[in-house]
């Protein structure tokens, strides 16, 4: 792909070194793309840009903006080739070509710790669960018992980090540079969670949850995280406490023998080695709670500042997007390809997708893509469509999904934090033809 050949390694560096000046070098004082600066840039890119002039100025094309530092990868049993994060805590997300799939398998589930994972236990089915707190008669259940008391269901559920997107701020936020990877949508078996809170019998004054886990902080000083929920959220249809995945036990590295799972919102509620809900008259004060953790700017900041986050608010529902899984970024074609079936998936937290656009020409023209409705609430949907190329060259295809409130993907990382959060932007793929 673009800046492979020695002769155009200079113009890819600069732009990964310095994306602004590599502009102003390029492109200069830039009205359309042309002459030498056209020729330079199609040289940087791999091939001609047919779209040349409808490049907005001070645009870093995709193929040079991108993966900067050569990415590492996982490589572990039962695991795909997912891309490390970190690896204490482990951390790792999925490439997004490799989300194709509707229901998420096991292997391709990207995987993100606190702490560190605990060891397997022999006796998966008298696992214990404790609920109390707020609560007429506090409970300890194990799993064996769970299914046996109450109604097992199973849905496709969305479980997004909170942190997906985080590498769209600019500046950089602190935490793993998540792309599009940290979502997974597998197919969740367990049993409610309200049922259960309601078989102890919650008190009025019970508002909030607090989750707790297995798994120690690295510090070995308490747990690595530990976060709740306004109870309304608790008490959705969609919130289980999940013992099975995709039909099979929980892998260990995603919560075995029991986690919670509350689809839409950041999965740092999801719980692994899940053993204990507590119920609370105030909001919880786990490890992640509070502060710039998992809350957002109500009024926006000045990216790039500081601020402790006393006037943030918890980020409740993620927003909306897409991800393209039929071609990776920086994919090549035979010359002559003139049609491009493409799909993807997109999602829109607690709501619903209803349309997602694509451009080829910079976003100076869009096209309606078909979205599937999907199987069940709090499912990602499947969406495919055509586009056409007008010749062979250098394109990006740029995606972006609408939820069913109408709010769109923007065109750059919005509302900036200190950690990271809700950055959904537009994303955009470099396809070279030729
Ligand atoms: N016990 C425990 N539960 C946890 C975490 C954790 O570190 N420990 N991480 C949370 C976060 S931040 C996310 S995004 C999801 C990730 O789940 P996964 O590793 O199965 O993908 O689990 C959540 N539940
Ligand atoms: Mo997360």
Known sequence: MPGRQSGDRSVAELYRDDPERADALVWGRRGALKGAALATMGAALGGAIPFAARMPEGLVPAALAQGSAAPQFLDMEGKARLILQGERPLN????????DDDVTPADKFFI???????????????????????????????????????????????????????????????????????????EWTGVRLRDVLRAAGLKDSAKFTGHYGADSHLSAQGPAISRGMPIAKGMEEDTLIAIRMNGQPIPQMHGAPARLLVPGWPGSLSQKWFNRIELKAEPHRGRGMGGTSYRVPVTPIVPGSRNNGADFADMTSMPVRSVLTSHAHGTRLPAGTRSLDVRGQAWAG??????????????????????????????????????????????EIWYRATDSNGRMQPHAAANWNPQGYGANPISRAAILVG
Request: proline letters at 8%; aromatic letters at 8%; one cysteine or more.
């Open 350 to 395: 607690d709501l619903t997708v209803s349309a997602v656009h694509t451009s080829v020409d910079f976003g100076a023209s869009w096209q309606p893509m078909t979205v599937n409705p999907p199987p069940n609430a709090h499912s990602w949907q499947r969406w495919t469509g055509r586009i056409a190329l007008p010749s062979d060259g250098y394109f």
């Open 112 to 186: 993100r710790n606190n702490g560190s994972v605990p060891d397997p236990v022999a006796d998966t089915r008298a696992w214990k669960i404790r609920v109390d707190g707020e609560v007429n008669t506090p409970l300890e259940l194990s799993v064996g018992e769970l299914e046996g008391r109450f109604e097992v269901v199973t849905r496709r559920l969305q479980m997004e980090c909170g942190g997906n997107g985080r590498s769209g701020f600019s500046p950089q936020a602190a935490g793993n540079q998540w792309g599009n990877g940290a979502i997974s949508n597998a």
């Open 92 to 99: 790792a997300e999925t490439p997004e070509a490799m989300l």
